[in-house]
């Protein structure tokens, strides 16, 4: 924002300027130099017209009563209707304009030498005389010119729009001002209208500038042709206003400036215009003049002028405020308030008023920083900027040293308002057993080295608290990417009273609120509250790694409090923790409330990471008529394997069916292992198993945010009940088929459903499925959260588990006894697919490679299988064995089954769709070669057309 260049020319303040300035092409070309000094030097020097050295003392005096006529005579003198054949003097009238100019100049010396003593002289002093010689000046300059004045100038009249007030005793010390009311008549200036606004306070006041109303042309930044400067920081009224650093801004527009309060005891606005009439609703104002006695705060501490120090054994209780306070505070400035007290004080800083310019988080631009000491080299409590509230500082001891720095941010704010206070009343930090949170009264903050323990006590234990105190204890674990810790409390010792006749848990009087998650906000109540006599031996554990106790006391007093703390190994998972902190386990158990039928679970410090090497199980125990539910909606492990075998040398999930035995130990029947992100298909107990066991194991390598899921438990229905809608107990039969309950097409939602397939003794199960179509694709890591089959080909074992569309051509399935088992079961978000379709055949080995007489010897495999399924179209040779049905008179079979077909019939459909996309890529690609091209062609055309035209123009 630049200064404007104020001129003796352009202000309505000094007229002879203004003539002159209309002269100044006179001068240059008719008059001679030796004929220039004939006037007074401070009315003919038109170069101390450039800029504006506003002298109030002569202002003063100009504007005085007994100047009047002098003034008057002057603007008479100013106006060409006085001289209206000025331009037909001749040069015989230069040497009586030489001589009055003289005299006149001799007795204007005099007068200035002259002594101001007491009042000027009488108004009957100014003799005709003197008049006439002041006529005859002014009429001499406009001899010297052919052309008199120039012709913007035939018009203008001098205007005095200048606007000063002085504060004394006697006058008011408050008033109102506004932009000037100019008459219509009145032609201003070809270079514009400037007015400067002066006001002036007494040695001990100071001067404040409020604006009401404000409507002026332009925009901020751009304010070029109708603006408002302001001078709030001169240290003398005859300061330069162009040399002065001490600019306070550039205002235009419709934003009126804030309020503005002298740092010093003068303030001036420079109003700028080029409007041909100027009226008062322009901007208008209040001016007051305020008593200084409130930025007086201590011993000055030179050279700045807002240095201040304050001793407690002068002044114990006190105010302070920045500068211009509660005007715009300056720019570019540095104060400093250093508090000194005695040994065995505190100071204590309130904040009433805190506004500051927000430059960022560390303040980087205007900020206030505070001290624990009695010098800028001691520690800092903290810095400060922006819009603060219920801001209060206390020093650690005696001393505070507070740093006030602005630079340029351009902002308006009005700064600070704080009272400060010696006390040796203040809490004593004795007390005290972790580390004290600088800037408090009493705030202390106790972090864990590694399950270490300790004790906190009361203010002023073991003695009685004091009244009306307030104290934090903000308690902290371990929070790190292998360890995370929650807090223990054990209170020994609680003694606040209660108010006489207060109820149970009214603690207006003290107590102890508590926030299990460790942060105190802003309108919600504490979880738990502490007041009266409380058992002794009663335990909180925070919610997270940290805990926050604040102590507050009333009027009553009491010996307080002894908790003992303790920091325990925390893995934030919901549930039953172990009793023993340093046990990942976790239980949930089905009981007679809705809650505990339903819930969810989830990793170790999910979403976050869960830490590395830790080995965490999942104990979800429904009633004895319930079965146990599990879904998942989040899985992400690290490493790249999805399944059982390829779960190796990574973190995984096991999945236990818990049996009772009848024995202490329950009995673990395999479900599945899972690792990577291929998300588990949905896992439910079986007939008769009301528990299932979760085993979650993480390796020393790298880690995710893991796993999140549902469950709930609900009355169990028996395996091969028709209420299911399907499923089957299959014995008695060499083969058969199996299939997937469908409804309209589809499985439906939260199907469950079991196969149990039982041979002869000494046979085992081959199943071949045929068709296949589920959501997810274990292959692409999508896994089989929305339906799974899972084939038991051995109990001991984990069970193999499909889903999506992926199946090994002719690929079979063998049991490794007498029974195989089959569950299908869908997610209760599943959203369907056409499910499965197998079938399954009963076979041994031979015994001295001869089979039955009824039975078929495979050529590969060596199965003897039923005479019955060769030639059925179905392959129960087993893999790579397609001889059954290869036989002499296998008419209308070929080598493809119906699963070779559906797995075709997919493979043509992907690449159809694959084809598609590949044509419709070259389409849009020539679309858009073409449309470039057609713009190309049109371009050329059009410059051809305007080179033709500009063609024919030239000739």
Not at 580 to 608: D, I, M, N
């Amino acid at each position: 924002m630049h200064r404007p260049l104020l001129t003796r020319s352009q202000s309505g303040h000094d007229r002879r300027c203004t003539l002159l300035h209309q002269l100044r092409p006179t001068f240059s070309n008719s008059c001679d130099n030796d004929q220039m000094p004939l006037l007074p030097q401070r009315w003919l020097d038109y170069s101390s017209c450039h800029r504006y050295k506003p002298d109030l003392a002569l202002l003063a005096r100009y504007r005085h009563p007994k100047r009047r006529r002098k003034t008057r005579i002057k603007q008479r003198c100013s106006s060409p209707q006085l001289f209206p054949d000025a331009t037909h003097q001749d040069s015989s009238s230069s040497s009586s304009c030489s001589s009055s100019s003289t005299v006149f100049a001799e007795k204007e010396e005099v007068r200035e030498q002259r002594p101001q003593h007491g009042r000027s002289r009488p108004p009957h002093a100014h003799t005709h005389k003197s008049s006439l010689l002041i006529l005859a000046s002014l009429a001499c300059l406009l001899c010297f010119s052919p052309d008199g004045l120039p012709a913007r100038g035939a018009g203008v009249m001098a205007f005095d729009c200048d606007f000063m007030r002085v504060s004394n005793v006697v006058n008011a010390k408050n008033g109102t001002f506004a932009a000037p009311n100019i008459p219509p008549n009145i032609i201003l200036p070809a270079q514009g209208l400037q007015c400067i606004y002066t006001f002036i306070a007494m040695p001990n006041e100071r001067v404040k500038v409020t604006f009401r109303d404000f409507e002026m042309s332009g925009r901020p930044p751009e304010c070029l042709r109708e603006y408002i400067d302001l001078y709030t920081e001169l240290r003398n009224s005859s300061e330069d206003l162009v040399q002065t650093d001490k600019f306070g801004g550039r205002f235009c527009g419709r934003i009126a400036p804030r309020a503005r309060v002298s740092l010093y005891n003068t303030i001036v606005l420079v109003f700028s215009t080029d409007r041909e009439q100027v009226g008062p609703n322009i901007f208008s104002g209040n001016y007051e003049f305020l008593n200084a006695s409130m930025y007086d705060m201590g011993t000055p501490a030179p050279p700045s002028q807002c240095a201040f120090v304050v001793k407690s054994w002068v002044k114990r209780l006190g105010n302070f405020v920045s500068p211009t306070y509660p005007g715009v505070y300056p720019q570019r400035i540095i104060c400093s308030y250093q508090l000194l007290g005695q040994k065995g004080q505190r100071v204590r800083v309130e904040f009433m008023d805190f506004d500051l310019f927000y430059g960022g988080l560390h303040c980087p631009y205007d900020r206030l920083v505070v001290h624990d000491g009695a010098s800028e080299q001691d520690p800092v409590i903290n810095t400060y900027c922006g819009a603060q509230r219920n801001l209060v500082v206390f020093s650690s001891q005696e001393n505070l040293f507070i740093s006030f720095i602005t630079n340029r941010s351009g902002g308006e704010n009005r700064g600070f308002h704080a009272i400060f206070e010696f006390s040796e009343l203040f809490v004593s930090l004795e007390f005290i057993t972790g580390e004290h949170l600088r800037g408090t009264e009493c705030d202390q903050l106790i972090l864990s080295s590694g399950r270490n323990s300790g004790e906190i006590r009361s203010p002023n234990s073991p003695f009685p608290y004091l009244p009306n105190v307030e104290c934090r204890y903000l308690i902290e674990g371990l929070n790190t990417a292998d360890e995370l810790e929650r807090v223990k409390l054990r209170i020994k010792m609680f003694h606040m009273p209660q108010m006489v006749g207060a109820a149970k848990d009214d603690c207006s009087a003290g107590g102890l609120a508590i926030w299990m998650s460790g942060r105190e906000e802003r309108g919600r109540p504490a979880q738990k509250t502490l007041c009266g006599t409380q058992p002794q031996e009663e335990v909180i554990r925070s919610e997270d790694h940290k805990i926050l106790l604040k102590f507050y006391s009333g009027t009553t007093q009491g010996l307080g409090f002894v908790i003992e703390y303790e920091f325990e190994m925390f893995f934030d998972v919901p549930g039953t923790a172990h009793p023993l902190s340093t046990v990942c386990e976790f239980s949930y158990r089905s009981g007679a409330t809705p809650a505990s039928k339903a819930g969810e679970f989830h990793s170790p410090r999910h979403p976050s990471n869960y830490p590395s090497n830790i080995n965490c199980t999942y104990i979800f125990e429904g009633a004895d008529n319930e079965q146990a539910h599990l879904e998942f909606d989040l899985f992400t492990l690290s490493g790249n394997g999805t399944y059982a075998n390829t779960c190796t040398q990574q973190d995984y999930v096991d999945f236990y069916e818990l049996v009772e035995t009848g024995r202490v130990r329950r009995l673990e029947r395999p479900i599945g292992r899972y690792c990577g992100i291929a998300v588990p298909g949905p896992i439910k107990t079986r007939h008769g198993v009301h528990a299932l066991k979760m085993h979650f194991v993480t390796d020393g390598h790298e880690v995710t945010n893991g796993f999140r899921g549902r469950y709930w438990f609900q009355n169990e229905i028996p395996t091969f009940s028709p209420v299911r809608g399907c499923g089957e107990d299959i014995s008695n039969s060499s083969h058969g088929s199996i299939a997937s309950p469908t409804v309209n097409d589809k499985y439906p939602a939260n199907a469950d459903c079991e196969w149990q397939i039982t041979v002869r003794r000494g046979h085992s199960i081959s199943l071949n499925l045929t068709s296949l179509a589920f959501e997810g694709d274990p292959a692409r890591f999508a896994g089989c959260g929305g339906a799974a089959l899972r084939i038991y080909t051995d109990p001991d074992r984990h069970p193999l588990e499909v889903c999506g569309a992926m199946m090994t051509k002719k690929g079979d399935f063998r049991s490794l006894s007498n029974v195989m088992r089959l569950a299908f079961t869908s997610a209760s978000k599943s959203t369907g697919g056409a499910g499965f379709v197998a079938s399954w055949a009963e076979f041994h080995y031979p015994v001295g490679e001869v089979c039955e007489q009824d039975e078929f010897l495979c050529d590969n495999s060596s199965y003897c299988i039923s005479q019955d399924l060769v030639c059925d179209g179905v392959y129960h040779c087993g893999e790579g064995d397609p001889s059954d049905e290869t036989q002499e008179g296998c008419e209308g079979v070929t080598e493809e089954s119906a699963f070779d077909f559906l797995s075709n019939t997919y493979a043509m459909a992907g690449v159809a769709a694959a084809a598609g996309f590949v044509l419709l890529g070259v389409l849009v690609v020539l679309i858009v070669v073409c449309r470039r091209r057609s713009a190309e062609k049109k371009r050329k055309r059009q410059q051809r057309q305007h080179q033709d035209n500009l063609q024919d123009q030239w000739n």
